[in-house]
Each structure stands twice: as structure tokens, then as C-alpha cells.
């Protein structure tokens, strides 16, 4: 497990990324300045990866034959999104490949299911538990026995959750009553789920840690994120948190970064509770959107740092160069046209990042960074500027 100087895969080699939307175009950006060539799998010809991978190769990122082939192509393979088939990283790595992450780290986080159930077996130094009270629904009846539970273990209201292919809130409900349990898993497709009492939280947060194959570690500074509709909408580096509730946040991070034996990032999103604190909600192992703030605040982006950390190479303490405040542009900014991005650009410490999709609302069309000397002056400046856009 040593990281002898082979396991280093240095600038010029090439990475394969499986997954065609922003993260893997901010992926290949950063590989590029880093002097890495970038193969791209995804599905259309014109996903926004297509724009900055080296080579596009349009097909099914989740085919097996497709990602074992990349194992002569590429020296190492990574991911940008869960919804990528933990069956295509094994035929990559039975091929010889290096992926992270692993098949088996892939398959825990593409299912609700899976990953709830390692957070619970997490033994925290406290004895404390890493998530919220949740059960596991593979059909209507078991549905109803888990809401009846759930609610007479106190829970004021539960959040049912398609096991997989949810994201930003979709595949989601709310029940308020065990009666409800048929007619929402039938509106959720029938499929497996899970269901979680509410958290009642003051805030939520994430941390992004980087680990290298020999279990290096570095982490971002912990975020605090604001979700409006159930999609983010802002991230503030660093969150105002206490130290107590800070130090607890990324302890529990490396935690499972360890546990899991993730390579590359893992972002684990949490809620604050009003008591100090956290509960972790879910995982990604990939880049994630909280982590675009750092683009501008830290002194290397959370893309910098997954190519470092799946390259084997140094991961240092992250340098935060500023306060900074990400905010999401969602397509419905763009109802009545063009958003007026020149007048939010007038603000030196701005910078607007597009993703060139086609705007529909609630896509995820781009961000903006705001940094300041303080966490209050970029906010109000990120604030003034969405309102500006016509945001809501
Ligand atoms: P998720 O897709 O699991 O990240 O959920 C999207 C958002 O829904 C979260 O960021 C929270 O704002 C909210 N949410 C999800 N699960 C819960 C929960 N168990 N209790 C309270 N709010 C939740």
C-alpha cells in the first residue's frame, strides 16, 4: 500500500473520465493546466465535457466493454457522477486498470441503501451516531411497517427517498402520516427507498477530503451550504461554525474517507444540529457543487486536488486564499433572456463560470464566485448580484 515513486502517474499521462456534464469538464480543465490528457466517455456528443476533454468518445460511460477497453488507453479512470455503473469499474479493473474510485466504492454511494447502512456502522470516538434514524423499504408493506416505526420513534415528519438516481431533491417526498406510505412509494415508481425522519437542523454543511491510494489525507475547509427547493443554492468557505462543531465535521469526513479506503475526493454532506452537532446526510465520491467555491477561495480547486490525490501525488493542507461565496445559476434565471452577467461582472471579485447547457428550469447552468475579506462582505456581494440576475 506504500507509495512507492511507480505508483505516481505524472503529468502527461492520460485520465479516462466516465460522465459528460460540468464536473467533468471543470475535471479535464484542471488536468489540462496540470499537463494531464483527458479521455472522455459520456453519452452525447454535446455534454458539456465535450468542450474540454482532449478526446470525446461518445458512448454508454456505464458499458463494461467500453470501460475495460479504456484500461489501454487511459493510466488511470475516475468518475464525475454516481449514476455510473460500479459494474463498468470492475470490468476496467479486472482489465488492469487503476479507477478510483473503486467498483466497490461506487456501488456503496449510487445507493442510499448501501450507504446509510455503512454510516450507521460507523463508530465514532464518542459513541455518538454519524447519521439520522432511517429504514430501508423494498416494497409497500415494508414501506408502512418503516413509516410506522419512524414515527413512533418520535420522528415529526420522514423523507422518503428513491435508493437510487436521485439528485437535488428529485425522487424525494415528504409524508406527515403513516397512511401515506402506499400512495407515495406507488408515486415514487414502486422502486426500493429509503425513509428518514426529518433532522430538525440549524444549518448544513460538507466536507470535502482528498486521499491518495496509501491513505494520505488533506481537507477543504468545512462549507456551509444553503439549499433552497432542494437544490443548492449557496456555498459560503469557510461555514460560520463553531470549533467544536468544525473539528467534529471533518473528523467524521476522514473518518469515512478512511473507511470506505476512498481514492480521490469524498464530499460528505451533514446537518448541524442545534446542539452543536452533526449528522451526516449523504456522500459523494467525486467532486462535488459545494466545492466549486474553492476555484476561487483556496489556493488549489477541489478538481486539482481529486487529479492529485487519484495521481498519486503530494496532497498538502489546503491554503484558503479568501472568504468566498459560490451561488448556483439554475435555468430559470434565464426566463426572460440572457441574465445580465456584465452588471454582476462590474464587481471586481466576481467571476461567472457557464457550463454551455441550454437553459431549463432548474438545471444547472453555471455559478458565480464571490470572494471579500470577509465571509460578510462576499456574501452581500454574492447576495446583491443574484438579485441582480433576478434570482429567487
Ligand atoms: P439530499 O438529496 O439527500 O441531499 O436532500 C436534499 C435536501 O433535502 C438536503 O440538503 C436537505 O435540505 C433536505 N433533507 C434531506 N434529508 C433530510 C432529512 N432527513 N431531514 C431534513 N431535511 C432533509
Known sequence: MNDKPSDIIPPGATLAILG???????????????????????AHEANPIARWADHHLVADPS?????????????????????????????????????????????IVRDRRLEKTFLAGLALPDGQRATGD?????????????????FAAGASRIVCKTARGGYDGKGQRWIHDP????????????VPLVLEAAVDFIAEASVIVARSADGRMTHFPVFANEHRRGILHQT?????????TSAQAIGIARLVAEKLDVVGLIAVEQFVLP???????????????????????????????????????????VEVLRPGVMTNLLGDLWAKGEPDFPAVLADGHASIHL???????????????????TVEEARNAADKAFDRLGGQ
Open 236 to 244: 459560503v468557505m469557510p461555514g460560520e461554525f463553531s470549533q467544536a
Open 355 to 373: 457550463y454551455g447547457k441550454s437553459p431549463r428550469p432548474g438545471r444547472k447552468m453555471g455559478h458565480m464566485i464571490h470572494t471579500g475579506a
Open 179 to 190: 397512511q401515506h406510505a402506499g400512495s407515495v412509494f406507488e408515486s415514487l415508481g414502486g
Open 20 to 42: 459528460g456534464g460540468q464536473l467533468g469538464s471543470m475535471l479535464c480543465e484542471a488536468a489540462k493546466r496540470m499537463g494531464y490528457r483527458t479521455l472522455a466517455v459520456s
Open 134 to 150: 432511517f429504514r430501508i423499504a423494498e416494497n409497500s408493506q415494508q414501506m408502512h411497517r418503516a413509516a410506522e416505526e419512524l
Open 275 to 317: 446542539d452543536g452537532r452533526v449528522l451526516v446526510n449523504e456522500l459523494a465520491a467525486r467532486p462535488h457543487n459545494s466545492g466549486h467555491v474553492t476555484l476561487r477561495a483556496a489556493g488549489r480547486s477541489q478538481f486539482e486536488m481529486h487529479i492529485a490525490a487519484i495521481c498519486g501525488l503530494p496532497l498538502p493542507p
Open 63 to 107: 458499458d463494461p466493454a467500453t470501460a475495460a477497453r479504456l484500461a489501454h488507453q487511459a493510466q488511470v479512470i475516475t468518475v464525475e457522477a454516481e449514476s455510473i455503473d460500479p459494474d463498468a469499474l470492475q470490468a476496467a479493473e479486472a482489465a488492469g486498470a487503476r479507477v478510483a474510485p473503486a467498483a466497490r466504492v461506487q456501488s
